[in-house]
């Protein structure tokens, strides 16, 4: 490397224009060879980079500390943010479905507040139940990790509010038709 | 990734990290803390990590973000007796003032670079890495840290001869 290429290439260098290999080039040369007067005011900044890159941590308990400090971070699997909206989703899915049974039930119930027969809350409860198997399976499709029995709970919970209903509008019915005590017809149970 | 794996991938970053902190910093003590900072927060998010391309650029991404942070904290809102309000820096700056030593001279002119030349003059001049992963590392276009590459050299340059004619005036 003549001294006409180093030149050169300092120019270059100034201008933010020299690749990695030739600024290792002039670092190289700075290093390594006698420098003549006119080239010798870059020396010290290209000397100065050379030394910088063997900088260490010279605290010798650092490796042991960070050691001490990884084993106290707590095992938590952190969940991700992809999988908690698939979870949302899936809640969310659920609870309409829910409410959407739920408030067709309560709808049935009430035009056919005198009939209220053990058919009709039996294909509510099918029905029911195929919401609940929908949910599972739109929660099956979406979820790794989560525990399908929280929404199984959550159905169960429904059904069992779904029977206490049934049977309160029965009584209910039994209450704004008082004739029906005296005569009872066959649709009551 | 377990705790061994960890070290063998994470821990030989670690003097990387520690002089880009340093140099962003300008404190020894506080670089270390950051870079334990940095560690312990790899290390939580370890699930993860095999989803980036590149832990070292993650790792100096995080560093770069820390730093900046504490040196946010450093400056305090002042009422001045004037009733302007003013910032102190509370930290002294560890580099202090020596013209007799050209390299001291060297660390006093990075001294006065902004923090982004500070950045670009480590990342380039001192770890050699190419500008595309200085770009992702900074979030800047190649273009603009070309332009400060060269700003903060013939800046550098600039203060050193100032501070040389100083002290031949002494002489």
Known sequence: ?189 | MNKQEFQIQVYPLKNKLFRFAKRILDQTEEAEDVVQEVFIKLWMRRETLAEYRSIEALAMITTKNMCLDRIKKRKYPVERMDNHRGYIESLPMETTPDYSDEISRIRLAMNELTEQQKMIVQLRDVEGYEFEAIAEILDMNENAIRVNLSRARKKIRETLNNTRIYEYQRN
């Open chain 1, 1 to 189: 490397m003549n001294i006409k290429e180093i030149e050169r290439l300092i120019e270059k260098y100034y201008e933010g224009e020299t690749s990695t290999t030739e600024e290792q080039i002039l670092r190289d040369f700075f290093q390594n060879n006698e420098v003549p007067e006119h080239l010798r005011e870059h020396k010290p900044l290209f000397s100065y980079f050379t030394g910088e890159k063997d900088v260490e941590i010279t605290n010798p308990d650092f490796d042991r500390l960070l050691d001490e400090r990884l084993d106290e971070v707590p095992v938590i699997r952190s969940v991700s943010w992809r999988s908690s909206i698939y979870t949302m989703t899936a809640v969310a899915a659920g609870l309409i479905i829910l409410v959407a049974v739920m408030f067709n039930f309560r709808q049935d119930l009430s035009k056919t507040r005198t009939a209220s027969t053990p058919a009709a809350t039996q294909s509510d409860q099918a029905a029911f139940i195929e919401a609940r198997q929908t949910l599972l399976f739109v929660s099956a499709r979406f979820n790794n990790g989560i525990n399908e029995i929280q929404h199984l709970e959550v159905f169960d919970k429904g059904l069992e509010q779904m029977n206490k209903l049934s049977s309160f509008y029965q009584y209910e019915s039994l209450i704004i038709n008082p004739d029906e005590l005296q005569n009872p017809s066959s649709n009551s149970n």
